[in-house]
């Protein structure tokens, strides 16, 4: 298959096609033909030199989302069969033709996105997910605070709380930033350089 790989540490021109071995897949992952990848600050992390993959993980392919179809499932793999159109979290090897994944990664892509739009989901929404929902346990009528409102994390935490019926406060460095994040469904931007978060926060939450 075709990757694009990182041949030494330092700027984009150090990415070059290549190829690789077309990965294996085990009992409980899914084989995914890689429509689209997403890129996100740890890729360009590791293309510089400074973010060790995972133990596991291809060492010289980043990526740490696609989107794509189903080409194979492992032997005990339930949710999913040949032909399905999927976005998933990956390890890393996203920037390649074909990702091993494990199906729990996975989810359908929606119908009204593309698959470059689907790549884009898995590493803020799912993250988001998996902390503010699963391991935190937002419940109806209380309220987020997130830091960093404007970031990729931030504007996924805002949009999926603020759909959920929730209010959230943000925080962000300018106040172009804190407006931006209001537009997206955010009660208040906080300028943590020159306001006090705690203070907005539990007085405006009254």
Same mark, same amino acid.
């Given at each position: !298959? ?14 070059? #096609? ?9 009992? $409980?992952?899914? =084989? #995914? ?6 890129? *996100?600050? %740890? ?8 973010? %060790? ?10 990526? =740490? ?12 793999? +339930? ?11 990956? !390890? ?6 074909? &990702? ?6 996975? =989810? ?15 590493? +803020?929404? @799912? ?6 929902? $699963?391991?935190?346990? /937002?419940?109806?009528?209380?309220? =987020? /605070? ?11 935490? #805002? /949009? !999926?709380?603020?759909? /959920? ?9 300018? *106040?172009?930033? &804190? ?16 306001? *006090? @978060? ?6 405006? $939450?009254?």
């Amino acid at each position: !298959m075709k990757a694009v790989v990182i041949t030494h540490p330092g700027g984009p021109e150090v990415l070059q #096609i290549a190829d690789r071995p077309k990965p294996s897949f085990g009992p $409980d992952e899914v =084989l #995914i033909k890689v429509a689209a990848a997403g890129v *996100n600050r %740890p890729d360009v992390f590791q293309r510089k030199g400074n973010y %060790p993959p995972p133990a596991g993980a291809p060492q010289d392919i980043p990526g =740490l989302e696609i989107a794509g179809i189903i080409e194979e499932v492992g032997a005990n793999v +339930t949710r999913w069969k040949s032909g399905d159109k999927v976005c998933a979290l990956v !390890m890393g090897g996203g920037y390649a033709e074909y &990702c091993n994944v494990p199906e729990g990664q996975c =989810l359908p892509v929606p119908n009204n996105l593309s698959f470059a739009e689907a790549a884009s989901l898995p590493e +803020t929404f @799912f993250t988001i997910w998996s902390n503010v929902f $699963d391991r935190g346990a /937002l419940k109806p009528g209380e309220t =987020l /605070l997130v830091h960093g409102g404007s970031s990729g994390i931030g504007v996924a935490a #805002i /949009l !999926m709380a603020n759909a /959920l019926g929730h209010k959230v406060f943000v925080t962000a460095g300018s *106040n172009e930033k &804190c407006r931006f994040c209001e537009e997206l469904g955010a009660a208040k931007g906080i300028n943590y350089k020159n306001e *006090n @978060f705690v203070v907005i926060v539990i007085i405006g $939450d009254l």
